[in-house]
Every structure is written in C-alpha cells, then in structure tokens.
C-alpha cells in the first residue's frame, strides 16, 4: 500500500518538461494530496544550460498539466520558481521558508534526496523513465547537434508548444554564441 502524504514537491528546472517529468509529476499526484512542483534555477535564462525563462517553463508546465492531467488534477498543483543559492546545506531550510508547508519530495537526483533525508522528511525516489535519452541536457545536446531522436522525449503536442517559445532555434543560437 502507498503512503499518502498531504504535500510532496518535485524540483526540477525543466529545461524542457519531458515524459520522464509527467511520468514523475504523475506518480507523485498519486502519492500526495497536493503537490509543489519546484521551477528551479529561476534566476537564469537564454543560456544553453537553462535556455528558457521561469515563466515559459511555467507556461508550459500548466499547459502539459492541463492537458495529461486535466482541471482536477490540477487544482492540487502549486508551480513555483526558486532562484538558486548555491549552499546545498541550506537548501532545503530555504525551500522551508519560501513554501508551504511539505512533508517531503519526489526526486531523481540522489543529492536532492539525501538534503531531505538529513532534515528528516521523506525522501522518494521516483522512477526514471528513457533517462539515458530523455534528460534534460541530452535533449538539449540532441537539438544542438540537429539530432532528432530528442522527440522521443516529449509528446507530440508539446514540440508545438516548445516552438511558440522558439525554443530550438533559441537554443541553436546560443550554442553558436549569437
């Protein structure tokens, strides 16, 4: 039987959302009543690492939720951007300070979950899916080379959502330093 826990949140830059982030927002719906998903990196944009703003991304989220998930499901959502500070010591007690109160997170980065396991909340490894291929850097390694096995990544309808933010072009201009 799944533990059920009243708010979890899923940190992520989403830099873009891909299947392996619904898979992962959907498997931590079903453990949660509420669930907190963390835009971090919220400071930066138009870099190859973080080519998307805080708000495209949550643009995107609400439109990529709305869609697999529905209204219901996303009345238990909360999006929210965190800019980074680089002390992963205090990490968590910052997200303490800047969220509602949460019970824990579903992570895939194992430094994320051990800073929760430290402060003594709950920790959940999430399942991984196609990581060797739908992560956020290959994604963006793959459009850069014009490699288009990053599809595979992402449905259908979220490439047209991706390119009303120009979102590979973008990227292929700040890879060649324009």
Not at 46 to 60: D, F, Q, S, V, W
Not at 64 to 72: C, Q, S, W
Not at 156 to 161: C, F, N, S, V
Request: net charge neutral.
């Amino acid at each position: 039987m799944q533990e059920n826990y009243n708010r979890l949140i899923f940190p992520g830059r989403f830099q873009p959302l891909h299947i392996g982030h619904i898979k992962a927002i959907e498997y931590a719906l079903n453990l949660s009543k509420e669930l907190i998903i963390v835009v971090g990196s919220a400071q930066e944009s138009y870099t190859i690492k973080n080519p998307l703003t805080a708000g495209e991304r949550i643009e995107i989220i609400k439109s990529v939720l709305a869609r697999e998930f529905g209204y219901d499901y996303c009345q238990r959502i909360y999006i929210v951007p965190i800019m980074d500070i680089e002390m992963n010591k205090v990490w968590v007690q910052y997200l303490k300070m800047l969220l509602p109160e949460f019970d824990g997170v579903v992570s895939g980065n194992s430094l994320v979950l051990n800073l929760f396991k430290d402060m003594g909340l709950k920790a959940i490894m999430q399942p991984m899916f196609n990581r060797n291929l739908c992560s956020g850097t290959n994604i963006r390694n793959s459009i850069i080379e014009g490699n288009d096995d990053w599809r595979k990544c992402i449905p259908d309808y979220l490439y047209e959502i991706l390119e009303k933010y120009n979102f590979i072009e973008r990227l292929k201009s700040l890879s060649r330093g324009d």
